[in-house]
Each structure stands twice: as structure tokens, then as C-alpha cells.
């Protein structure tokens, strides 16, 4: 039978007949897994006698006969298929075919035919896909700080059907390469590079590979995290400017990260040792007691395995403190302190005062005392000792809340001017009283502001909250 000439009677036959072979028209099947390829003849009454049941594949050129069933005899499987192929349960009736495993070779046009008399052969026709689900990794290509672009990072989508797309994202700029190889079996190996100009910054970023492919549901996403090797960069920390004749406890302390990190520290002056008063250890450097002999540069040398890399601090040693520095650096300390501070009692301010109209909705009787300026300070501290450990902030409104409504409507109002004029303590560092208190006295008359400015806010003049806070805006 010469094949364009059968191809020419299967395609009549099957617009002909088409509906009494019932197969299905395309049938998925994975590597390694099993195809099941349904093919039914239902019977077509006593006048139609089916002799021979074949499964052919469409080679393209022609057709190839796979297997064929004629009663009373075992199936035949005329081409070598490794014992691949059977039927389910073969009759004249049911011709559905088993493929196992799979190979991506076995996609194709597979077609069922019933011989029958008096009707001639009818077939059904079955095209076979075979999809591999691939094997997805990532993973960062150690690379070390430079100019050029190099791959950072390579992706790999192996033994897929059909081939993996492959993308990456990252908030760094780069540039992908793909290549794909098919390999023995049929599948496909897709590699993605990500190349980039390693930048020091880049080490530790992270970048995504996403892998995308007809098998996977949804998209695979690889973390990648870069690593770029590069020498130690070095700042030194420490110098306030203040270092002066026979002041205690002078450090420098030698910052560096790299990649691997850097562990060798070494510190040197230009003229080479250093002074016999200056003490190492590792990265830092102590003088206990400064003196003419540390009145010049330090050097800190600090080396990984990529390189090495050198900083130097130039040192002024005066006669005296360094009034104008210190007092520079000691205001704006206390000038940030004031103004954490002050945000702090106003946004306290505002929740108590919120929480307190609340209340006052609930238990009028309360409110009728007038409001409690200060508790005096011992008293505070037993009964709440909390607050040794809890500096006021906003989460500590309910205990606060709780605290100050009892006094309210008990204890008469303290004669003291609220304590929120003593708020500069924090950066004037004059003594909070005259008495000599404790250290724990000196943090509480701190913090104690802050529970004047409630109180008040939360008693019954509320509405001169805003006056009353301002002092501690302008602190
Ligand atoms: C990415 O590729 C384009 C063209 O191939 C090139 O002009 C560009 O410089 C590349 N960018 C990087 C970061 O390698
Ligand atoms: C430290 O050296 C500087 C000049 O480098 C000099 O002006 C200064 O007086 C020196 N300090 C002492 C305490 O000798």
C-alpha cells in the first residue's frame, strides 16, 4: 500500500465514519510516566463484523504499524519498543493502548483502525504529547569586585519539554544570557546567566531567577544571593576632636567590612611603631592617658584575602579639653534628646487626653477635683516600680492612665511648678535637686516631665494642652 495513497482512505474514512471510533483527540503524557491512548469500538450490530484491531503511528512519510490484535492470537508488536506497549484489555470492541514509560520520542500522531466487513477499516486518530517537567536551580557565581561584566549568577532549567523561559529579577542592573541544549533524550537544558559589573555593593544583594514552563503551575521562583569578593573597606571611628594633655581613656576603633570578611587588623603611625602608651586590641586602639607621643597619625591596615586597604586618622593633641567641640557635640546630643523627648510627651499628651475624654464621658463624678500636678517622685517609685525599666513611651498609656485617675480625685494638687520646666536638665546636666539624689532619683526627675505634662493635659484644662506643651517644643 503506497503511503500518500492510504493517507489519501484514512482521511475520507475518518470524515466518513469518524463518530463510531471513539478516541480522544490529544493525550498529555509525561517522561517516564504512562500514556493511555483510548480507543472504542462500540458494538454496530449483528450486520458488522470487525476482524483486526492496529495501532499505527504517522511517521510523517508513512504509517507505521505499532501493534495489532486479531482474536485468537497473543498481541502483536511489530516494532521493537522495549516492551513499552500494550493493551488494556484487548477485544474487538476496545483497542485503547498502554504507553509506559514514556519517551519524548512516542509524541506523535497515533492512529487507531478497526478492520471491519462490510464497511472497510475505520479509524480514530490521537496525537501524543510529551511534556518533562524540568529540574530548576539557581545559584550565585562567586566573583570578585571589578570594571568588567561577568555572570554573577546562573540559573538552570535541565531535561525539560518543551524548553523552560527563564528571567530574572533584580533591582540591580545587568543583562541575561540564555542558552539552551537538547539533550539525549529529547529534553531540554536551558542556562541563564545574569552578568553584571560586580560592585561591592552588590555582595549579599539578592536577585530572582524565574523559571517558567508548561509543566509548572506557576512560575518558579530561585533566590539568589550574590557574593562579590572585595577588599576591606575601613573607616576609623572614635576621634571626637578632643583629645588633650593627660585626658583618660582615648579610643580609636578601626571599621572595616569586606568580603571574605577582614579579621587582620594592624595599626601603625607614619614614622612606624607606635607610642609606647598606646595599647591594641585588634581593632582598636586605647590610650589610657594622652600624652606629646599620640600628637600624631594613626594608621589602620586591614587586609582580607581580595586585598588590603589602609586609612589614616590625623590627631590633635591640645593643651586643654576642647570647649567649642564638646559643647557643639554636647548640644546637639542634647538637643536630638530634647526633641525625642518632646514628640514623645506630645504624642503621650494626646492619647491620655483622648483616653481622658473618654473616661470623663463614662464616670463625670471623677473629674470633679482639680488636677494633680505631681506626685512627689518616691512615692511614684513604689508604687511603680515599672518604671525603672520602662521609659515613658506611648505604650505605656493604659498604667499611666490607671495611675493618675486615683489622685485625681484624691490627693489636693501639688504646689510645685510642673516639672516640665525642668526638661533642659537633660542637656545642662545641672543637678534635678538640691538634695543629692540618687542616680535612680536623677532618672526619674527626668522622666517625670513627661508625667506632669499628662497629668495636666489630662486633667480638666485640657484645653490649655497646647500651651502647656509648648515649653517643650522649644527645649
Ligand atoms: C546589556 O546588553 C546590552 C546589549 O547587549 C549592552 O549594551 C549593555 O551594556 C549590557 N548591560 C550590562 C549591564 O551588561
Ligand atoms: C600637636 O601637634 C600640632 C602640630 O602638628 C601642634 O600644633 C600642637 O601644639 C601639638 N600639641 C602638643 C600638645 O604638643
Redesign the pocket.
Known sequence: MAAPRSLFCWCLLSVGLSQRVKVRNEVTGYVGEEAVLQCLFPPAGPEVKVNQVTWMKDTGDKKQNLAVYVPNHEPHFPVATGGRLRFLNASLQDATLVIHPLRVSDEGTYICEFATYPHGNEDGITTLRILARPTNMAEARKVQAGNA?VPVAVCTSANGKPPANITWRSSL???ASASEVTNGDGTVTVTSHF???PMAAADQQQITCVVTQRTLPEPENLPVTLAVLYPPEVTIDGYDDNWYLSRNEATLRCVAKGNPPPTNYSWSTPSGPLPSTVHVQNDQLVVQSVDVAVNTTFICQVSNSVGTTRVEQIVLVRAGPNMAGAGTTGGIIGGIIAAIVAVAVVATGVLIFRQQQKNRTEQDDDLDGPPAYKPPPPQKKTEEPELDSHPPVAENIPLKASYFEPSLAGDPPEPDLPRYHELPTLEDKEPAAATGPSPEDEYLDQINPIYDALSVASGEHAQEQGFIMSPALYV
Open positions: 561584566a542592573p545587568g543583562n552578568n553584571m559589573v
